[in-house]
């Protein structure tokens, strides 16, 4: 059948379209894994026993089992106990959680090596313990944790293209609809590729760029 | 037969890192079964001049000359190849930081190179293994590991590792630099037997008195150049050059 | 919790985990072979092959593996390609984990201190006895546990054949979703399952780690 990438000019603007959602999904899921993930690292650390380990043991399932499956539980899960959402809300969701506890991970880990002495210092100056951990503690921490997280963002980006079973009409989603006028997979699909890899390197561009930021003001 | 006289020799020594001059127009000749120390300071080019002598970190300029052959000679990739494999073998190196391999035993650390590159039967490497050890002082931790071994022990294998090559020259950078000082007298005494066996011998090194004790000659050098050469009696007693006495003055009235 | 429906089910989800399981088994190998390969690639002296090695992961790790499989499975025919989904699941994300593993296995290899290496040439050893009786031994115990989760990851990375349609753990769930509308308990069965592989997979990491440790 051979290739012919002279058609893929005219289904530009449908692709377009995909990335845009994609970059969009991205973004939203990123903000909602590193919110995510700072509240689950507190909650992992700090809370009651009794929150603590159920939460662990979840934690645990997310990063045992594959992303794709977790996003079939949350949608369909979703639309089973009457919460019918978009699709694409499911995804964002499914995203965001997944990358929150890999997340949080690493923040626990920053958390637990900013020096003890600062909430030590923290609390002698008067704050209580959930403000020493707000203003002194978990600042710190994060921003020693950006780069990883930066990582993660990056690795959220691809495993993006998974909603696309779920129905979502991302990037791959949009490819998958102009195949199926064109009949042409090699070509689209091969062109979907070079979009992923475009933002993915301006995601490591804006990341490099906040590191540096970060760093200069240590 | 080559000129005893010439047994090593550096013409014309350069080593530049772009615009850094780290060695400028060394020349010098060591004769067979010498002892010669390098000191300076920091900086001095002395690791760096001698890392070439065995092409480790190759010239930018000049030769470098053992028993009549050239050893950084420049040759399409292969034939280097064999050509510094073959040179190498002849030059025995120790360094500051042991470079033992972890994973072998100190009998496979000595054992490896003549058992790979010379083919020893397993009766005559143990053999050669077992004398060597002896040699210095560590027959009785023959199979021990690098990682159970105390710095100046490892040193004394590393030592055993470069001689079990039979080599005409031996190379020592720094040897005791990384020592604790109670460690240093045994890898000094291992040093001084080579001597007295008069193995070739090029010395850089931090310890004055050891090299005044042991050695021929001694080059002192700075920025990259020989500033003064003689005996030791009078290079430490008696240089002739002020930045040699300035070396001296911070060197020996400090700690080592 | 539907326990009765889970009981009734099981078997398809054990059935589909030896799938999953031999999914795994045979990515990892090709993965191990890519990245043994991009390693070796990365770290020759020839720019042109440093070049193309680093290309391979570049472009492998910058895109997602699901366009990879896609490109693969569908777009292969097109090239002269024809593969069945399981192959094309093994190929694709074999060569896509090869990716991750070149860079654990390379960075491995540079990390040994290079005193090592100096060392060996110094005894007149050639760079590749150096690389063979040195530097690989040591490497190679560095890599274990590294290795180990790249492996973690393309155990949970052989779901994404479920959308090529093979028969595995993630397509049984999802197909049992369809037919029953209890997509908790169908996660449940798939996701302990998957648990327990990735389990036994990271105790044997951890097993095969200790054993290369020295004495």
């Known amino acids: ?218 | 037969m080559t000129d005893q006289k010439n047994f090593v020799e550096i013409r014309h020594a350069q080593k530049a890192f772009g615009t850094l001059e780290v060695l400028k127009d060394i020349s010098l000749n060591v004769e067979r079964g010498q002892i010669v120390a390098i000191i300076g300071p920091s900086g001095s080019g002395k690791s760096t001049l001698l890392r070439a002598i065995n092409d480790l970190d190759p010239l930018t300029g000049g030769e470098i000359i053992l028993d009549g052959v050239q050893v950084n000679k420049t040759l399409p990739h292969r034939q280097y190849e064999n050509h510094i494999n073959e040179m190498r073998q002849q030059i025995g190196m120790v360094f500051q930081h042991f470079n033992l391999f972890p994973h072998m035993t100190a009998r496979e650390n000595v054992v490896m190179a003549p058992k790979m590159l010379k083919g020893l039967s397993k009766e005559d490497a143990d053999a050669l293994a077992v004398e060597q050890l002896d040699k210095v002082g560590m027959l009785e931790r023959i199979d021990y590991y690098p990682s159970q071994l105390s710095g100046g022990q490892k040193q004394r294998v590393a030592i055993a590792r470069a001689l079990a090559m039979k080599p005409k020259l031996m190379l020592f950078d720094e040897a005791t630099s990384a020592l604790d000082p109670e460690l240093v007298d045994e890898v000094n005494q291992v040093m001084k037997k080579l001597a007295e066996e008069h193995m070739t011998m090029i010395i850089v090194t931090h310890e004055m008195d050891f090299a005044a004790a042991v050695c021929d000659r001694v080059l002192f050098m700075d920025q990259g150049v020989v500033v003064e050469e003689g005996p030791p009696e009078v290079v430490f007693r008696n240089p002739t050059q002020e930045r040699t006495r300035e070396f001296l003055r911070k060197h020996l009235a400090g700690a080592k | 919790m539907d326990i009765d429906l889970m009981l009734k089910v099981y078997p398809f989800f054990i059935e589909a985990a030896w799938v999953t399981i031999l999914l795994s088994v045979l990515t990892a190998i090709l993965g191990l072979t890519c990245g043994a390969l991009g390693a070796a690639a990365r770290l020759s002296r020839f720019a042109l092959v440093r070049f193309v090695g680093a290309a391979y992961v570049s472009v492998f790790r910058g895109t997602p593996a699901l366009i990879q499989l896609f490109i693969l499975y569908f777009g292969g025919p097109q090239i002269g390609i024809q593969l069945d989904a399981f192959e094309a699941g093994v190929i694709g994300l074999g060569i896509n984990a090869g990716a991750y593993m070149t860079e654990t296995i390379r960075g491995a290899i540079i990390s040994i201190d290079k005193g090592q290496r100096e060392a060996a040439r110094t005894l007149g050893l050639s760079q590749w006895q150096a690389m063979y009786k040195i530097i690989l031994p040591q490497a190679a115990r560095l890599m274990v546990r590294p290795l180990g989760v790249n492996l973690n990851m393309l155990i949970k990375a052989t779901a994404l054949v479920a959308a090529i349609s093979v028969i595995e753990l993630t397509y049984t769930a999802q197909r049992y979703i369809g037919s029953t509308y209890k997509p908790f308990e169908m996660f449940l069965l798939a996701g302990i399952l998957y648990m327990i592989i990735i389990y036994v997979t990271g105790r044997g990491v951890a097993w095969l780690d200790r054993k290369v440790q020295i004495n």
Request: net charge positive.
């Open chain 1, 1 to 218: 059948m051979g290739l012919d990438f002279s058609v893929v000019p005219q289904y530009l603007d449908i692709i377009l379209l995909g990335c845009a959602w994609t970059i969009g999904i991205t973004v939203a899921a990123a903000v909602l894994s590193f919110f995510g993930g700072i509240i689950f690292a507190v909650i992992a650390l700090y809370a009651h026993w009794a929150i603590r380990q159920p939460f662990r043991l979840i934690a645990w399932v997310f990063m045992g089992t594959p992303l794709l499956l977790q996003l079939f539980l949350i949608y369909f899960g979703l639309v089973q106990i009457g919460i019918d959402l978009p699709a694409f809300i499911a995804g964002i969701i499914g995203l965001g959680l997944h990358f929150a506890v890999y997340n949080s991970e690493l923040i626990q880990t920053a958390i637990l090596s900013v020096d003890k002495g600062q909430m030590e210092a923290a609390r002698t100056v008067g704050l209580s313990r959930s403000q020493a951990l707000r203003k002194v503690v978990i600042p710190q921490a994060v921003r020693a944790v950006i780069p990883p997280i930066g990582n993660n963002m990056i690795a959220l980006l691809k495993d993006s293209a998974l909603v696309s079973v779920i129905g979502v009409s991302e990037l791959t989603l949009s490819a998958q609809r102009v195949i199926g006028r064109t009949y042409r997979p090699f070509e689209f699909y091969l062109m979907a590729a070079a979009f992923y890899y475009v933002i993915n390197l301006g995601m490591e561009w804006v990341l490099r760029k906040i590191e540096r930021r970060i760093s200069i003001s240590r």
